[in-house]
């Protein structure tokens, strides 16, 4: 049974930082691209970051580019989000995702496995 497992994830004032990892049990991410999304209250999904499958290659929403870095590391089988310089619209609850494509894609149609969620709260 495959699970992407978030953790990290918690309460932290405006200007803050938070590191994100998500751990891949019953799946050897290796081969798959991997992506970060979020999702507030009341709101539709969005894309954050993404990462292709060697770490070459890296895409990021405008919101959060030059704050949130994606990194992973295949040996562990788990890929991380740090996220610097919190705005509380950043509050959401983060979920990571698998592509077998491999690409770092920003289109959540793209992957196949997901996350049950992290919960990033950032206070004013």
């Known amino acids: 049974q495959v699970q992407l497992v978030e953790s990290g994830g918690g309460l932290v004032q405006a200007g803050g930082s938070l590191r994100l990892s998500c751990a891949a049990f019953g799946l050897s991410i290796s081969t798959y691209g991997m992506g970060w999304f979020r999702q507030a209250p009341g709101k539709e999904r969005e894309f954050v970051a993404a990462?292709?499958?060697?770490?070459?290659?890296?895409m990021y929403a405008l919101s959060v580019k030059g704050r949130f870095t994606t990194s992973r590391e295949n040996a562990k089988n788990t890929v991380y989000l740090q996220m610097n310089s919190l705005k509380p619209e950043d509050t959401a609850v983060y979920y990571c995702?698998?592509?077998?494509?491999?690409?770092?894609?920003?289109?959540?149609?793209?992957?196949?496995?997901w996350g049950q969620g992290a919960q990033v709260t950032v206070s004013s």
């Open positions: 990462i292709s499958w060697s770490g070459g290659t890296t």
């Open positions: 995702a698998a592509d077998p494509r491999g690409r770092a894609a920003g289109d959540s149609r793209s992957y196949v496995y």
